[in-house]
T-cell receptor, first 114, second 112 residues
Framework: EAGVTQFPSHSVIEKGQTVTLRCDPI?????LYWYRRVMGKEIKFLLH????????ESGMPNNRFLAERTGGTYSTLKVQPAELEDSGVYFC????????????FGQGTRLTVV | AQSVTQLGSHVSVSEGALVLLRCNYS??????LFWYVQYPNQGLQLLLK??????LVKGINGFEAEFKKSETSFHLTKPSAHMSDAAEYFC??????????FGKGTSLLVTP
């Protein structure tokens, strides 16, 4: 069974540009989460989808970040326009259903904004 | 709010020695606690979790952790370190909803 897959693995963009990160969760997993780790700091929650609906987006830093999960399958996280402080590793995780406590993580996308 | 604190950003042990990674939590409700490991160039992998029941939890690769409510701790241990245990370890507590609140991580170095 395929795990959580994230694309790209690395991205280097200039300040002001747009970047879109993609996450393919494990098939059948209704819950999808985005997290971010800025260098030297802890992994922080960004948002949570249940199927195609945003359950909790309290961790989204500002309106330059837009997450979508059309059809309840894969998800995208767009940063527009990117700023230097957006650099970090973005993790996606999925879990099977509400109340299931184990989330499976992808390898992460390392975003560098220069 | 639920949070965790990991003591020591870097821990070094000799191969064969005891591994002890410390994690203290703060939670206003009975906590769900987790340890994840990240090997180089890989994603986070669940080592073990505590939800309810037995306070000594066994995980993969010989790791275990004990939930101690009186000490608000959930330390990770392994009796004998192996070179392949070198990685970054994260303690986490489930926050409001189903999101995880992570500690800053502890990098484990295993020396020959």
């Amino acid at each position: 069974e395929a795990g959580v897959t994230q694309f790209p693995s690395h991205s280097v963009i200039e300040k002001g540009q747009t970047v879109t990160l993609r996450c393919d969760p494990i098939s059948g997993h209704d819950n999808l989460y985005w997290y971010r780790r800025v260098m030297g700091k802890e992994i922080k929650f960004l948002l949570h989808f249940v199927k195609e609906s945003k359950q909790d987006e309290s961790g989204m830093p500002n309106n330059r970040f837009l997450a979508e999960r059309t059809g309840g399958t894969y998800s995208t996280l767009k940063v527009q326009p990117a700023e230097l402080e957006d650099s970090g590793v973005y993790f996606c995780a999925s879990s099977q259903r509400q109340g299931n406590t184990e989330a499976f993580f992808g390898q992460g996308t390392r975003l560098t904004v220069v | 709010a639920q949070s965790v604190t990991q003591l020591g950003s870097h821990v070094s042990v000799s191969e064969g020695a005891l591994v002890l990674l410390r994690c203290n939590y703060s939670s206003s409700v009975p906590p769900y606690l987790f340890w994840y490991v990240q090997y180089p160039n890989q994603g986070l992998q669940l080592l073990l979790k505590y939800t309810t029941g037995a306070t000594l939890v066994k995980g993969i690769n010989g790791f275990e952790a004990e939930f101690k409510k009186s000490e608000t701790s959930f330390h990770l241990t392994k009796p004998s370190a192996h070179m392949s245990d070198a990685a970054e370890y994260f303690c986490a507590v489930r926050g409001s909803g189903y999101a995880l609140n992570f500690g800053k991580g502890t990098s484990l170095l295993v020396t020959p």
